[in-house]
């Protein structure tokens, strides 16, 4: 468990795209069964495994910034101040 955590923290971006690669493609498996749509063969799979590592970039660097972004908001008078309390 610790080679994770350490992997997580050494590699932000890369443990991001991996786990989005895989649990996003997962969902997709998931939800193509249940609607009945047949299933993910080849390159449909390799297609979702890519955009989902693609996805994974922008919304690490989203949660990321959430500390910043609540903090400029609490500064433009958008958020209360008990937002930074982490109350919410």
């Known amino acids: ?20 690669a895989i649990l996003g493609t997962l969902g997709e498996i998931v939800a193509t069964k249940i609607s009945g749509k047949g299933k993910l063969r080849g390159i449909e799979l390799l297609y979702k495994v890519l955009i989902w ?6 919304i690490k660097i989203a ?23 982490g109350f919410f």
Do not use: C, R, T, W
Request: aromatic content about 20%; cysteine-free.
């Open 53 to 58: 590592a693609f996805l994974a970039i922008p």
């Open 1 to 20: 468990m610790n080679y994770y955590l350490d992997f997580v923290k050494g590699y932000p971006f890369l443990s991001a795209i991996i786990q989005f």
């Open 63 to 85: 949660f990321i910034g959430f500390e910043g972004f609540v903090a400029a908001l609490i500064l433009h008078g958008l958020l209360p101040e008990i937002a930074a309390s």
